[in-house]
């Protein structure tokens, strides 16, 4: 199976963007379980 450099190219870009939305969606989450954390926090201490 040949491969040409721009088959490589669009494969790779193609790569980059899903990790790129993996890795926004995950930050997402940090910040999601960050106000979680907060809410239990400020309810425990009321």
């Known amino acids: ?3 040409t ?3 490589i190219e669009k494969e790779i ?3 980059i ?3 790129t939305n993996i ?3 995950i930050r997402i989450k ?3 379980l960050a106000l979680l954390k907060q809410e239990i ?3 425990y201490l009321e």
């Open 13 to 15: 870009q193609r790569t």
């Open 17 to 19: 963007d899903l990790n």
């Open 5 to 7: 450099l721009n088959d």
């Open 30 to 32: 940090k910040g999601m």
């Open 23 to 25: 890795t926004e969606k």
């Open 41 to 43: 926090e400020d309810l």
């Open 1 to 3: 199976m040949t491969h």
